[in-house]
């Protein structure tokens, strides 16, 4: 079992749509990341939590430290936020980080 | 002010030549990693820096991968003999010192720069 896991792999939306990508882990942590991956491959940090909830413009993220999991919501999504959406996670001391599989997110005009 | 940067952010070679990646941190920060991208992958842990150390090297997959770090600040990543196997995305990324060391919060954010995609015909 990967010590994080993301679900869906891929999804697919129409503009307009509410998106949803859970992230599962195994590990003890102090934070998580979300990144997202552009397809020039450059990727880029959303959200760093350790608790509670995000909000960034239509994004959301929301982290349950007692059940190991977190989700990260677009709300309206647009044909622009089509990207791989990536869970990354440190251990619970130190900055060396586990990925995710990634969740490829195709939004449709 | 400047994130991470690395060039070349491109590098076509031929199997069996050497490859230099370079990587530039965000200023002020001394932890620096290198992780890898290959098609189709996920993301994985290559070596970490801190200052000029290398304190994790366990992610580099062979002998034929190498890394430095001088002044605290730029590093290369070096690539002998590829091999079509290495094809990839390298990407580095940089954040203020782990714990432990002068940071007070049990986790740094990483910020990463651009990439570099490799193929090795």
């Known amino acids: 079992k990967n010590e994080v896991e993301q679900s869906p792999q891929n999804l697919t939306a129409q503009e307009g749509e509410f998106i949803t990508i859970n992230c599962s882990y195994s590990?003890?942590?102090?934070?998580l990341h979300w990144l997202q991956q552009h397809p020039g491959g450059g990727i880029v940090s959303l959200f760093m939590?350790?608790?509670g909830k995000k909000k960034h413009g239509r994004l959301i993220a929301t982290i349950n430290i007692q059940e190991k999991h977190s989700s990260l919501h677009i709300t309206a999504s647009h044909p622009r936020d089509s990207a791989v959406y990536i869970c990354a996670v440190p251990p619970a001391a130190g900055n060396k980080l586990t990925f995710g599989g990634g969740t490829r997110v195709l939004v449709k005009p | 002010g400047a994130g991470v940067s690395q060039s070349p952010s491109n590098k076509v070679t031929e199997k069996g030549k050497d490859v230099e990646l370079r990587c530039d941190p965000i200023s002020g920060h001394t932890a620096l990693y290198w992780y890898r991208q290959s098609l189709g992958q996920g993301l994985e842990f290559l070596i970490y820096?801190?200052?000029?150390?290398?304190?994790?090297k366990s992610g580099l997959p062979s002998d034929r991968f190498s890394a430095e770090r001088t002044g605290g600040s730029v590093s290369t990543l070096t690539i002998q003999r590829t091999q079509q196997e290495d094809s990839a995305v390298y990407l580095c990324?940089?954040?203020?010192?782990?714990?432990?060391?002068?940071?007070?919060?049990?986790?740094?954010?990483?910020?990463f720069g651009p990439g570099t995609r490799l193929t090795v015909l």
């Open positions: 590990v003890g942590i102090s934070a």
């Open positions: 939590l350790s608790s």
């Open positions: 820096f801190q200052g000029n150390s290398a304190p994790d």
């Open positions: 990324a940089s954040s203020f010192p782990e714990p432990g060391l002068a940071g007070v919060r049990p986790y740094n954010e990483q910020f």
